[in-house]
């Protein structure tokens, strides 16, 4: 039998991009920010993209998975895994955080909070209990010293 295959966190935030967009287009208003302040929008946005590519680089360079649910070779705590132990969803959650504000309606505001909940469910605590499986000591360690998010 084939495992059920769930989709990659991309297609996750790829997938609520796509939403946001549609739900500015059919339900424009309320609006929350004005121009040219939507513009603020650009710096987490910008931020979650640089933190994604720091974090892509840290588990790369430590030659370990970026997918979830594959085991890690390594346990990475250092660059970004120093200050967030999920920084590529952090990245997500800030880039959809810069969108929503850019485009300045309520509508994607309100997916924001849902994708950090759909990705903490699905994936950060798998992931969290995949990693104390792994590495134990060091990955309680780590947990004490490292908040999930921020």
């Known amino acids: 039998p084939n495992p059920v295959r769930r989709p990659l966190p991309p297609a996750v935030f790829l997938t609520f991009l796509a939403l946001m967009v549609t739900l500015h287009s059919t339900l424009p208003g309320p609006w929350v920010v004005a121009f040219p302040f939507t513009l603020v929008g650009l710096l987490p946005l910008v931020a979650g993209a640089v933190l994604n590519l720091a974090a892509d680089k840290a ?5 370990t998975t970026v997918k979830p649910f594959e085991e890690s070779a390594a346990l990475v705590t250092t660059g970004p895994f120093s200050v967030t132990r999920h920084p590529m969803y ?3 959650v800030l880039g959809l955080l810069g969108v929503a504000i850019v485009m300045g309606s309520l509508a994607p505001l309100l997916l924001v909070p849902l994708f950090a909940v759909i990705v ?3 994936f950060v605590q798998v992931e969290e209990r995949m990693l104390d499986a792994r590495f134990g000591e060091e ?3 780590y947990t004490a010293r490292v908040r999930p998010w921020i």
Not at 59 to 63: C, I, T, V
């Open 139 to 141: 990955w309680q360690a």
């Open 59 to 63: 588990l790369r360079k430590a030659d």
């Open 120 to 122: 903490q469910l699905g």
């Open 90 to 92: 952090l990245g997500m």
